[in-house]
């Protein structure tokens, strides 16, 4: 247990569906990220918010939209995906956004287009 | 441009064989280098943060170490439950945005 928590583990969804994934943190952080981990490839960093704002894109495509309420919490909201969207999404948390803190990761929502 | 490579791509060990893991970085201005171990279909679990060069920093089996252009995690008598995929990654600029090497996977054979 990280203190890091993602729901769904799985997701499996059609191309037109709309769904979203939740994480949550318990650590007393201020930053929370989205990672995209694809088979055969290095973690690639999507979303970088700090005290709920958003302060990095990393050119994700917009059928990925992020929203953080607050600083305990994030979503990524899915919508018309495509089947290479099929990967491991992984939230982290930071104490801070500035890169000098370690990140700890939640167990990640493994994600499957159809 | 900022890179981060780890060599080799898997290892495989018996139990209680002694190796080393490779780290290379290039970045301008190390702010930090973070060891990582990743169970299959799961997070990765932090394991190490090391910001100077000499610095060294040990958990169990584990022992990290760090250089100017690179960081070694030696694995000391290795046992099965130690397979996994171990990852470095450093952090680019002050954006919180970790650059990840491709990992090592490693297996200990009982």
């Known amino acids: 247990e990280t203190g890091v928590t993602q729901t769904p583990r799985h997701l499996v969804m059609g191309m037109t569906n709309k769904k979203s994934l939740k994480c949550e943190q318990h650590l007393g952080h201020n930053a929370m990220y989205w990672y995209k981990q694809s088979a055969k490839k290095p973690l690639e960093l999507m979303f970088v918010y700090n005290f709920k704002e958003q302060t990095e894109n990393n050119s994700v495509p917009s059928r990925f939209s992020p929203e953080c309420p607050n600083s305990s919490h994030l979503f990524l909201h899915l919508h018309t995906l495509q089947p290479e969207d099929s990967a491991l999404y992984l939230c982290?948390?930071?104490?801070?956004?500035?890169?000098?803190?370690?990140?700890?990761f939640g167990q990640g929502t493994r994600l499957t287009v159809v | 441009e900022d890179q981060v490579t780890q060599s080799p791509e898997a290892l495989r060990l018996q139990e209680g064989e002694s190796s080393s893991l490779n780290c290379s970085y290039t970045v301008s201005g190390l702010r930090g280098l973070f060891w990582y171990r990743q169970d299959p279909g799961k997070g990765p679990e932090f394991l190490f943060t090391l910001y100077s060069a000499g610095e060294e920093k040990e958990k169990e089996r584990l022992k990290a170490t760090l250089t100017k252009k690179e960081s070694f995690l030696h694995i000391t008598a290795p046992k099965p439950e130690d397979s996994a995929t171990y990852l470095c990654a450093v952090p680019r600029g002050n954006t919180g945005k970790l650059i990840f090497g491709q990992g090592t996977t490693l297996q200990v054979k009982p």
């Open positions: 982290a948390s930071s104490l801070g956004s500035g890169g000098n803190t370690e990140a700890f």
